[in-house]
């Protein structure tokens, strides 16, 4: 399988991205590790008329500790982010789910700004920074914005992001302990038929991958939790309001059910690493 | 456009198609075959090499992406006199093949993994080659292939 015809360009800077960028939004994508848009322009889903490679743009690789956040540059790859000892001791949550990313070979390459605005409610990345409470920094023609995570998925690989923006900065709250993710699959490196990103320090939050069109957070699980509920109480409350996809490894009540079990793991592994 | 790829320890320039995949310039412009093409769909890994020392699969990335890189692939493993690398004589003495289609990506994949993991347990080799399907074995004797080379002392690291 080869992608359509596409002019290449090679970014310096994100300024060149942007420049690029405003020339001609609608046709034109940025590519950094490919992980997400390389397989789909394979299958002729995307055809760019000009693709920008801002994978070399230096300084957009970094997990740095920021005070009261961590701040993740846009290009981190998977792998990096899964060994940073920065990511590890504040939020090691999104460590462990960037080292469940694909396999080791996509996790070399594949970023973490490309997963989040790729915005596929399959990936479990956007449920991680859901759960995290994330902010994320978009640059673009009208200057800088911030952009809530829960602001930020809107739909099926649809994104806050403006056509001609660039996530640049991802922003999330430290979470030392108190955390959990599970995931079911069929098989190694398959998506998650359900995936679950549980933060108990703080506001709880419980994030949920493939429940949805997008990424979701199960409410009524986190509403539960915030009136003292126990446990099972609050993971049978999971798939409250949501409407999964039905596909061919899961139909739509089975992910439902399997989010109550997977929340109800989630909570009790949270918990008990909280102490 | 052009590109300059060092192969195997030799650098040639080209001029490519933007569209062009690493694995098809690996096939084509290079005329290394021995990295193989299974599923296309970044699954299978029968098409790993390392990209700068990284394992990666080559279905899925551009040949631009690469310009300016170093690529090893299974052409690039062997001595120059034929002897196999330790990898390779592991998975000949512990029978980690049968047909042989996905032992090229399955030997880089190794190679990628063993300088992160020089010491793995069974259960890091068994994660760590997630990424390869083999249809054949079993797994089983791969996973004992890739231990023997762990342990062979034979490795740089």
């Not at chain 1, 990096?80 to 090691?92: H, M, Q």
């Not at chain 1, 109550?260 to 909570?267: D, F, H, Q, S």
Request: hydrophobic content about 40%; aromatic content about 4%.
């Amino acid at each position: 399988m080869i992608p359509a015809s596409f002019e290449y360009r090679r970014a310096g800077s994100v300024e060149d991205a942007l420049g690029w960028l405003a020339e001609d939004p609608d046709s034109t994508k940025l590519l950094a590790g490919g992980h997400s848009l390389l397989p789909l322009m394979k299958l002729r889903l995307a055809t760019p008329g000009v693709l920008v490679d801002v994978g070399r743009v230096p300084g957009l690789s970094y997990v740095r500790d920021a005070g009261d956040h961590v701040a993740i540059g846009a290009l981190t790859r998977h792998r990096d982010l899964e060994i940073s000892e920065v990511a590890r001791a504040s939020v090691p949550l999104l460590a462990h789910v960037a080292g469940q990313v694909g396999d080791p070979q996509v996790r070399h390459r594949g970023t973490i700004g490309g997963s989040l605005a790729h915005g596929d409610p399959a990936s479990d990345l956007p449920a991680a920074v859901l759960a995290l409470d994330a902010t994320m920094v978009a640059d673009g023609p009208r200057g800088r914005r911030e952009i809530a995570a829960s602001d930020f998925f809107r739909g099926f690989l649809e994104t806050a992001l403006e056509p001609d923006e660039m996530l640049t900065e991802i922003r999330v709250r430290k979470a030392p302990s108190g955390w959990a993710f599970q995931k079911f699959n069929r098989r190694a490196q398959d998506w998650a038929i359900v995936g679950v990103a549980a933060v108990l320090d703080g506001e709880p939050r419980v994030a949920l991958v493939n429940m949805g069109s997008t990424t979701v957070r199960a409410r009524g699980t986190e509403e539960a939790l915030a009136a003292g509920a126990e446990a099972a109480d609050a993971a049978a409350r999971a798939a409250e309001g949501l409407e999964p996809p039905s596909d061919l490894h899961a139909s739509a009540e089975y992910r439902r059910h399997l989010a109550t079990v997977l929340v109800r793991r989630a909570l009790v592994e949270a918990a008990a690493a909280r102490g | 456009m052009r590109v300059t790829v060092t192969v195997n320890g030799t650098t040639e320039t080209h001029d490519v198609e933007t569209r062009m995949l690493l694995v098809h310039y690996l096939r084509e412009v290079r005329g290394l075959t021995g990295t193989n093409i299974g599923c296309d769909t970044t699954s299978c890994g029968a098409c790993t090499v390392l990209l700068d020392g990284e394992s990666v699969k080559s279905c899925t990335l551009l040949a631009v992406q690469a310009d300016g890189g170093e690529i090893t692939t299974i052409e690039g493993m062997a001595a120059p006199d034929g002897t196999l690398h330790p990898i390779q004589q592991a998975f000949h003495e512990h029978h980690g093949l049968q047909c042989g289609f996905c032992t090229p990506g399955m030997v880089m994949a190794v190679a990628s993994l063993l300088k992160e993991h020089p010491d793995p347990t069974e259960a890091e080799v068994r994660e760590g080659l997630e990424g390869n399907l083999c249809r054949c074995t079993g797994y089983h004797n791969i996973v004992q292939a890739v231990l023997a080379a762990a342990h062979s002392g034979e490795l740089v690291p």
